[in-house]
C-alpha cells in the first residue's frame, strides 16, 4: 500500500439505480390522499404501497397505458370502495 494516492485524474464510476422502483412525484386529491392513508393506518401498511398495488391492479385488468386522467379515476375508485 502505498502513503499517498494521486486522484487527480480520477474519475467517479457510475451509481448503480435502484433496480424496480423509480421515485416521482404526483398529486393527488386531498380527499384521496386522506382516504388511502386511513386505509393503510387500518392494515398496518404503507399508503404508497396501497396506491402502486391499485395501480397495478388495474395494468393486470387493462392493457391499456395508463394516463393522468386514468390514475386518477383508478384512485378514486379505490376511495369509494373503502367508503
Partial sequence: ???E???S???RGAVVPQVGKT???IYLDDDVLDAFR???DAAGR???TMIN???REH???SKQPLDADTIRRIVREEVRKTG
Avoid: W
Fill in 5 to 7: 494516492y494521486d486522484f
Fill in 1 to 3: 500500500m502505498k502513503k
Fill in 59 to 61: 395494468l393486470g385488468r
Fill in 46 to 48: 404503507g399508503y404508497q
Fill in 53 to 55: 398495488e391499485a395501480l
Fill in 23 to 25: 421515485r416521482i412525484t
Fill in 9 to 11: 485524474k480520477a474519475k
Fill in 38 to 40: 386511513d386505509r393503510a
